[in-house]
């Protein structure tokens, strides 16, 4: 070797990345199809199935949840425009494949949808104000292989301080899978500034199957380190604490979905 990093070839997909998913149906042939189950819902009934969804997660995983709460807090004290607009869009996510997407690591691993979502939410100044540009998954892929072709050892932490969305863990852990190793063996800890972007890697964490031992906290990684491992690991304390005194998090009277990856056991 020359010392030059050396791509690794993943295979073509079959049908390109650009293929479009025309049904609700899971990849997964043995997955749950809730496709047909959600689209006839009125729109108070998805809110409170997505409620369900929330439920389901904070029962797996009260830390994670509680660390994408900005993407659920709402759920506790929706407007009725809040209502429409979240059935709406549901819907339309549904028929054009999120669950395929969800359900089909290959496919999930592939790009950051939450992290492209949030580069079109928020304006050029607003991203500028803390360098918030994500790298795009051609180069994240790169660094995912060079990252993976220096001796990790499972069990090893793989730590991002100012992880956007959490990409860079979406390559490496691709990386991995095609490498044959699994994501879940090692231990990560996604951190960013941004409130926002931390709930979006908690919720990333579960898409890319990134296994047990994940951390995600919203604090300074610059300034102050040994604050944020602090803080995390109360935060931790506390949400099992809670979760034990409060096993629901939202009152729903839609059933808590089978949560995909419950049946793991920690590693
Ligand atoms: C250029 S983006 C890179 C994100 C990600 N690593 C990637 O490659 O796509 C920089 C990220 O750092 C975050 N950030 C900026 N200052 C930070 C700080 N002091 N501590 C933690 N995160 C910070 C921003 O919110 C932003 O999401």
């Not at 709402?74 to 494949?97: E, F, K, N, Q």
């Not at 009152?251 to 995909?260: D, E, I, L």
């Given at each position: 070797?020359?010392?030059?990093?050396?791509?690794?070839?993943?295979?073509?997909?079959?049908?390109?990345?650009?293929?479009?998913?025309?049904?609700v149906?899971?990849?997964?042939?043995?997955?749950?199809?809730?496709?047909?189950?959600?689209?006839?819902?009125?729109?108070?009934?998805?809110?409170?199935?997505?409620r369900?969804?929330?439920?389901?997660?904070?029962s797996?995983d009260?830390?994670?949840?509680?660390?994408?709460?900005?993407?659920?807090?709402?759920?506790?004290?929706?407007?009725?425009?809040?209502?429409?607009?979240?059935?709406?869009?549901?819907?339309?996510?549904?028929?054009?494949?999120?669950?395929e997407?969800?359900?089909?690591?290959?496919?999930?691993?592939?790009?950051?949808?939450?992290?492209?979502?949030?580069?079109?939410?928020?304006?050029?100044?607003e991203r500028?104000?803390?360098?918030?540009?994500?790298?795009?998954?051609?180069?994240?892929?790169?660094?995912?292989?060079?990252?993976?072709?220096?001796g990790?050892?499972?069990?090893?932490?793989?730590?991002?301080?100012?992880?956007?969305?959490?990409?860079?863990?979406?390559?490496?852990?691709?990386?991995?899978r095609?490498?044959?190793?699994?994501?879940?063996?090692?231990?990560?800890?996604?951190?960013?500034?941004?409130?926002?972007?931390?709930?979006?890697?908690?919720?990333?964490?579960?898409?890319?199957?990134?296994?047990?031992?994940?951390?995600?906290?919203?604090?300074?990684a610059?300034?102050?380190?040994?604050?944020?491992?602090?803080?995390?690991?109360?935060?931790?304390?506390?949400?099992?604490?809670?979760?034990?005194?409060?096993?629901?998090l939202?009152?729903?009277?839609?059933?808590?979905?089978?949560?995909?990856?419950?049946?793991?056991?920690?590693?």
């Open positions: 070797m020359d010392g030059q990093p050396r791509r690794l070839q993943r295979p073509r997909r079959r049908g390109g990345h650009a293929r479009r998913a025309r049904s149906r899971p990849s997964r042939a043995e997955g749950p199809d809730y496709g047909p189950l959600l689209l006839p819902l009125d729109d108070e009934q998805l809110a409170d199935t997505l369900a969804g929330w439920n389901a997660f904070w797996y009260p830390d994670l949840t509680e660390a994408a709460r900005p993407l659920h807090d709402w759920l506790s004290h929706p407007t009725d425009s809040d209502i429409r607009g979240l059935a709406d869009y549901a819907r339309v996510l549904v028929r054009t494949g999120l669950l997407y969800c359900s089909d690591v290959t496919r999930a691993e592939s790009d950051d949808v939450l992290g492209l979502l949030i580069t079109r939410m928020r304006s050029y100044s500028q104000s803390t360098g918030e540009f994500f790298t795009p998954a051609v180069a994240t892929n790169f660094m995912g292989d060079m990252l993976f072709s220096s990790r050892r499972p069990g090893d932490l793989l730590l991002e301080p100012t992880a956007g969305t959490g990409t860079m863990a979406r390559s490496a852990a691709a990386t991995m095609f490498c044959g190793t699994d994501p879940a063996a090692y231990r990560w800890w996604l951190n960013d500034l941004d409130p926002l972007n931390a709930a979006c890697c908690a919720v990333n964490a579960q898409i890319w199957r990134l296994g047990r031992q994940v951390t995600v906290s919203c604090g300074d610059l300034k102050h380190p040994r604050l944020l491992e602090e803080a995390v690991q109360e935060r931790a304390e506390r949400a099992c604490a809670e979760q034990k005194a409060r096993p629901v939202y009152p729903t009277t839609t059933r808590p979905p089978f949560w995909p990856w419950q049946s793991v056991p920690p590693s």
